[in-house]
C-alpha cells in the first residue's frame, strides 16, 4: 500500500511538475514587444548597426566597466536579423530557452532521470530566470554559460573519480563557456574562477589531469586579463564612481526575496535546506567530499559571496539581479537536496510542485506582465514638445554612468518622430541658459529627492514647481537660479 502512495505521489508530482516546468518555458517568449527599460536602451545604444563596430567599440564599450562580449554578440544579431525590441528580446530569450535544454541533456550521464528532471524541471520553472530571459542584457547569455561550464565541470570530476582522463572535447566546453561567461559579466567570471578552483583540488586528491586544470585556467585568465585591466583604469580614474549605496543587511533580505521569493518561500527553503544538508552529513560523512553534485555548487556560492562581500568594501556590488547568475548554482544545490530527501523518504518528492507552485504564483503577480513601457521616457519627451512647446531639451547625465556618444542613443530613441527636438547635456552651463526666458526643459533620469538636491547643488538651479514624473522617476521640471543666502 505505501508503495503505490508512494508511486502515485511520484507520478503526481511529476505531472504538475512539468506542466509548471513548460509553462514557465513558454514564458520566455510571451513579452518580446515589450518596451525598453532603462538599462536596456544602453544595448540598443551599442548594438545599432548603424554604427561601425570600431565606433561601438571605442566610444562606448572602452569606456564602459560591463565585459563587452554580449553587446558585441547583439550587434551582430541586429546586422544579421534588424534592429528591434522583440527581435533583441528574442535574443535573450534563445539563451534562456538554451539553458533549460542543456540543463537536462548535459547533466551528468550518471544521474538517474529523476535527478535530471528535477533540475531540469527547477531550471524552467524558476521565476527570475523566465524573466532575464527576456531582459535585454548579458544576464541570460551569462546564466547559460555558469550553466554550461558548471555541469562540464561535473562531468569532468565524475571522470576524475574514476581516475579516467576526460575528454578533450570536455575540456573545451568547460573553458570555452568559462571564458565567454567571464567576459559576459563579472559575476559568472569569479564562479568560473571559483569552479576552476574546486575541479583543481579535486584533480589535486585524484592525482589526475592537475596539469590540464592549471595551465587551461592560467590561459583563461590572462586572455581575460586585458579587460581586467580596462576595468582598473576606469574605476581608479578620478571621475570613476559607483553609485550602488543600499545598506547590506536590507540589500541581503532584497536579494534573497528577488532570486527564491516571498518570506514563507525562504523559509520553507531554509527548514529543507537545514534538513537536507543534516541528512547528507549523516548519510554519507567522510564520503560527502566524493559527492561533487553537492559540494561544486555549495563551494560556488559560499566562495562567490565571499568574494563579493570583499569588493563590497570598496564598491558596494550586493544588488539582486547581479546574483542572477549564481541561480543555477542555487538550483544545482536545490536539486541535490530534493532527490537526496526523496531517497530518504519519497514523499518529500511533494517538496519539488510545492516550491514550483510558489514560483509560479511569485511570477504571475510580477509587475512587468501588466506594463507595456517600462520607462516613462517616451511619456516625458512626448509632454515636453506637445504640452510645453520645447525646441531643445536638457538632460542630466550625472547620475546615469554611460559615455556621451552611448546616452546620446539612448535618449534619441524617444524624441518624438518630425519634432526637431534637440538634446543637450545639463551642465553648469546651459543650467544658466535654462533658467533664463523662455525656459528650457530639465529632464532627469532615474530621478529620486536626493538627486534633485545634488542637481541644485553641483548647476546652481532648482525647480520651479514640483516636478512632472513619468514612470517611476523620470522628473521633468523648469528651473531658476538657486538664491544666493
Not at 353 to 358: E, H, N, R, S
Request: contains cysteine; hydrophobic residues 50%; charged residues 15%.
Amino acid at each position: 500500500m505505501k508503495q503505490k502512495i508512494n508511486r502515485f505521489l511520484l507520478i503526481l508530482s511529476v505531472t504538475v511538475s512539468a506542466v509548471i516546468a513548460g509553462y514557465m518555458l513558454w514564458q520566455r517568449f510571451c513579452y518580446l514587444h515589450m518596451g525598453f527599460l532603462y538599462d536596456e536602451l544602453y544595448s540598443m545604444a551599442t548594438s545599432n548597426p548603424q554604427d561601425s563596430l570600431s565606433f561601438v567599440w571605442n566610444e562606448m564599450l572602452l569606456k564602459d566597466i560591463n565585459p563587452p562580449l554580449y553587446n558585441v554578440l547583439l550587434y551582430f544579431w541586429n546586422s544579421l536579423v534588424g534592429l528591434s525590441v522583440g527581435k533583441m528580446r528574442f535574443f535573450s530569450a534563445l539563451a534562456g530557452g538554451l539553458t533549460v535544454i542543456i540543463s537536462y541533456f548535459y547533466a551528468p550521464a550518471g544521474w538517474p532521470r529523476l535527478k535530471k528532471f528535477i533540475f531540469t524541471a527547477l531550471t524552467a520553472g524558476c521565476g527570475v530566470l523566465a524573466v532575464f530571459s527576456i531582459y535585454i542584457r548579458s544576464y541570460a547569455w551569462a546564466i547559460l554559460s555558469v550553466c554550461l561550464f558548471t555541469l562540464s565541470a561535473l562531468r569532468i570530476l565524475d571522470c576524475l573519480a574514476k581516475h579516467e582522463y576526460p575528454a578533450k572535447n570536455l575540456w573545451a566546453v568547460f573553458f570555452i563557456s568559462g571564458l565567454a561567461g567571464a567576459y559576459l559579466h563579472f559575476f559568472s567570471a569569479g564562479l568560473f574562477f571559483i569552479t576552476a578552483l574546486i575541479l583543481f583540488l579535486y584533480a589535486c586528491y585524484y592525482k589526475t589531469a592537475r596539469k590540464t586544470v592549471f595551465w587551461g585556467t592560467a590561459a583563461a585568465f590572462l586572455l581575460w586579463l586585458p579587460w581586467l585591466a580596462v576595468t582598473y583604469s576606469i574605476m581608479a580614474a578620478p571621475t570613476g564612481m559607483w553609485w550602488y549605496a543600499t545598506p547590506w543587511a536590507r540589500a541581503t533580505w532584497e536579494i534573497l526575496q528577488y532570486l527564491l521569493g516571498r518570506p514563507p518561500v525562504l523559509a520553507g527553503l531554509l527548514i529543507g535546506t537545514v534538513l537536507a544538508a543534516v541528512s547528507l552529513v549523516h548519510t554519507y560523512r567522510a564520503r560527502l567530499l566524493k559527492h561533487a553534485d553537492i559540494i561544486l555548487p555549495a563551494g560556488q556560492i559560499f566562495l562567490l559571496v565571499g568574494v563579493v562581500a570583499v569588493v563590497s568594501l570598496k564598491y558596494n556590488l550586493w544588488m539582486e539581479r547581479y546574483f542572477a547568475v549564481l541561480m543555477p548554482s542555487i538550483l544545482l544545490l536545490l536539486a541535490g537536496f530534493i532527490y537526496h530527501l526523496y531517497e530518504r523518504h519519497a514523499l518529500f518528492i511533494v517538496l519539488l510542485p510545492a516550491l514550483m507552485t510558489a514560483w509560479g504564483y511569485h511570477y504571475m503577480q510580477m509587475d512587468f506582465r501588466y506594463i507595456r513601457e517600462f520607462t516613462g521616457l517616451k511619456d516625458a519627451f512626448a509632454f515636453a514638445v506637445n504640452e510645453m512647446g520645447a525646441k531643445t531639451l536638457l538632460i542630466d547625465t550625472a547620475k546615469t554612468g554611460y559615455t556621451d556618444a552611448a546616452f546620446q542613443r539612448m535618449m534619441a530613441y524617444y524624441i518624438p518622430s518630425g519634432s526637431g527636438l534637440q538634446i543637450k547635456k545639463l551642465d553648469k552651463h546651459t543650467a544658466r541658459q535654462a533658467a533664463q526666458s523662455p525656459k528650457t526643459p530639465v529632464l532627469i533620469p532615474l530621478c529620486t529627492q536626493v538627486h534633485l538636491i545634488e542637481a541644485s547643488l553641483t548647476y546652481g538651479v532648482e525647480e520651479d514647481r514640483e516636478p512632472y514624473v513619468f514612470g517611476n522617476d523620470i522628473c521633468l521640471m523648469t528651473v531658476h537660479p538657486v538664491a544666493e543666502p
